[in-house]
């Protein structure tokens, strides 16, 4: 969504349109739900975080200086209420990866499929699951700065600002979070040093 | 694989067009010659295809909840403050510790207050500490105890901070810690995991106390608030601030009522307004909404200026 028409939003919820406030949700849930969704790997949860994340920003709606754009406003605030979260849960319980489907049934979380290559799905399957895994075993600094720049579309910049780092740091982190990706794929042999998936 | 690894870091950048032109011209060069960059550029590539679409379906249920809540919320409900007297309110002190006056502006806070909608008054609430009448500016504050568990350094460890460390506690011991950063930002970091009445990030209707040193006497009592670094901002501009009785009376405190200052003793009763030196120290508490964006606030320190 341009800023400008952010902008005019903005203005008209804090001036009492309530409902103009559904045109931010739609424009910004898909970021904010998956971004919390990719932390804390629990449908419930994501859906939880990213309501929480979206009436906190109508609240402080006001104090909103449009510095910068609203959307990354609100990656900011959902990424502090998930990180909240899972500082809270990590006292409790250990995270799980998987979530219940509609039949309560554990189901794996996954990320769907990438593109429509019919002759490469068994290996895209295979290479998306170990993307999974290998996310998990990046370190919180790396995948957290990933996940930003990934689901988000946030620059270094802004990634910095959120996470309190330089944009250098974020350079070097994303960078490094995707050679160990790809180190972890080779290693596990689903990513073959001349394989192609163009 | 030939191992280009050190261009690895910008050809990242470049897959992300974080690059200033003469890099990119640098890259488009060493691409045109180097087919493993080329190779690698591609999986970079790829990588971000794989982590980044967001593919769930977002529930209806965001949408519909969200818009449910908001709407039985108005905007300015949550800027409402309450009067001093009300003694339901929790309270929460703020208080500097220790901290090292290194240039004019060290160890001098001004927070700023803005205060958008007009929904009530705000009181601040400046506490002048007995204990703190002979300490030098030069002196470093005696240390209070400073609840490390709560804190986690590896949120610190981009975050210049200086000798300034704010430890607050409300009179149930709930706490919060905050830490100052070089520059003059200052980072609010807490857990009120166990208070059910509200959560981590936000608080409501909190009196917070912050003890600051007294740098200079000017036209106005300016406190300010940088929630979250851009995130929030609260400024209150105060004129025709009244002074405050001396620190080491104890028991004065001042408060701030919109745009003045009334002295008020420990029982809630007007004294007359005396002098705040320069170099006291002063203890100013204030009730108001504060959004607490986990895991940290910052809290745009200036100058504390008190006028006579």
């Given amino acids: ?198 | 694989m030939k191992e280009c690894t050190k261009i690895y870091e910008l050809l990242s950048a470049y897959s992300d067009n974080e690059v200033t032109d003469s890099e990119r011209l640098l890259v488009d060069r060493h691409l045109a010659a180097c087919k493993d960059c080329s190779a690698m550029l591609e999986m970079f590539r790829d990588i971000s295809d794989a982590v980044s679409e967001p593919h769930m379906e977002v529930p209806e249920a965001l949408r519909i909840g969200v818009m449910n809540r908001v709407k039985s919320e108005s905007v300015l409900e949550n800027l409402v403050v309450s009067e001093a007297k009300d003694k339901h309110r929790k309270r929460f002190g703020i208080m500097l510790t220790r901290f090292v006056p290194i240039a004019a502006c060290l160890a001098v806070v001004v927070l700023v207050w803005q205060f958008w909608g007009n929904t009530g008054s705000i009181d601040f609430v400046v506490e002048a500490p007995v204990e703190m009448m002979d300490m030098a500016p030069e002196e470093a504050a005696p240390e209070a105890v400073v609840d490390e568990s709560i804190m986690d350094d590896a949120v610190w460890a981009e975050h210049e901070v200086m000798d300034m460390d704010m430890d607050i506690a409300d009179a149930d011991d709930e706490r919060l810690h905050m830490r100052a950063g070089t520059g003059l930002y200052a980072a609010l970091y807490g857990d009120l995991a166990g208070e059910a009445e509200y959560d981590a990030t936000y608080v409501d209707q909190e009196l917070f106390t912050f003890r600051a040193e007294v740098l200079e006497l000017t036209d106005v009592l300016v406190l300010e608030f940088n929630y979250n670094y851009e995130f929030l901002e609260a400024i209150l501009l105060v004129s025709n601030i009244t002074p405050v009785r001396h620190p080491g009376i104890g028991g004065s405190y001042l408060i701030v009522r919109n745009d003045y200052i009334t002295v008020l003793d420990i029982n809630d009763e007007i004294i007359s307004p005396e002098d705040i030196p320069v170099g006291a120290i002063v203890d100013i508490t204030f009730f108001g909404e504060i959004l607490i964006t986990y895991p940290s606030i910052i809290y745009h320190v200036t100058a504390i200026q008190i006028v006579e």
């Fill in chain 1, 1 to 198: 969504m341009e800023r400008e028409i952010e902008n005019k939003l903005i203005q008209r919820v804090v001036n009492g349109d309530t409902n103009a406030f559904e045109d931010l949700v739609l424009a910004n849930q898909k970021n904010v739900y998956n971004l919390a969704l990719k932390m804390t790997r629990n449908e419930d949860d994501a859906l939880d975080l990213s309501q929480e994340a979206f009436v906190k920003a109508y609240q402080q709606l006001s104090f909103f200086r449009g510095d910068s754009k609203f959307s990354v406003w609100l990656y900011r605030l959902t990424y502090n209420l998930c990180i909240d979260f899972l500082r809270k849960q990590s006292k409790q319980t250990t995270v799980s990866l998987d979530y219940k489907d509609d039949d309560n049934e554990v189901v794996s979380f996954e990320i769907p499929d990438l593109r429509d290559l019919p002759e490469d799905s068994a290996i895209r399957k295979e290479m998306r699951k170990t993307i999974e895994q290998s996310i998990e075993e990046l370190t919180e600094d790396h995948r957290e700065v990933l996940i930003m720049r990934e689901i988000t579309g946030m620059s270094y910049d802004e990634i910095a600002v959120t996470l309190k780092l330089s944009a250098g740091t974020v350079k070097s982190r994303i960078a490094r979070a995707r050679i160990k990706l790809i180190e972890s794929l080779k290693e596990k042999g689903t990513y073959p040093e001349n394989f192609r998936l163009t």
